[in-house]
């Protein structure tokens, strides 16, 4: 189990864009996932975005073409660049790692809102 901190959120005006960050503590050996997922009230946390430890990179169908997810192996951080904001896009994100290989684990951030407003 490691700490994410996670920054970035805020209001954004509709058609406008956006960045967030979710750093790691400290360093997380061997494999993993990051991802960026989301969550509005009454409904299940859903994916937005996934990166590899080797760069594959795996997108939500509303944020194909519009979100690009990037990590940083060094600094341990991963970024969600959101861009042409819908309303829909107003959620709380969580930043997510899982560790691929034994022993597994996952670490979620604490949640950061975003407000999409016209």
């Known amino acids: 189990q490691v700490q994410l901190v996670e920054s970035g959120g805020g209001l954004v005006l509709l058609g406008g864009s956006l960045t967030l960050s979710c750093a790691a503590v400290c360093p997380i050996p061997g494999a993993t996932v990051m991802a960026w997922l989301l969550q509005v009230p009454g409904k299940q946390r859903e994916m937005v975005a996934t990166?590899?430890?080797?760069?594959?990179?795996d997108y939500a169908d509303f944020a194909e073409d519009r979100y690009t997810i990037s990590r940083n192996n060094y600094k341990n951080t991963v970024d969600l660049q959101m861009n042409n904001l819908k309303p829909e896009g107003t959620a709380v994100y969580y930043c997510?790692?899982?560790?691929?290989?034994?022993?597994?684990?996952?670490?979620w951030g604490q949640g950061v809102q975003v407000t999409v407003s016209a």
């Open positions: 990166v590899t430890s080797g760069g594959t990179t």
């Open positions: 997510k790692i899982r560790r691929e290989v034994t022993p597994t684990m996952t670490s």
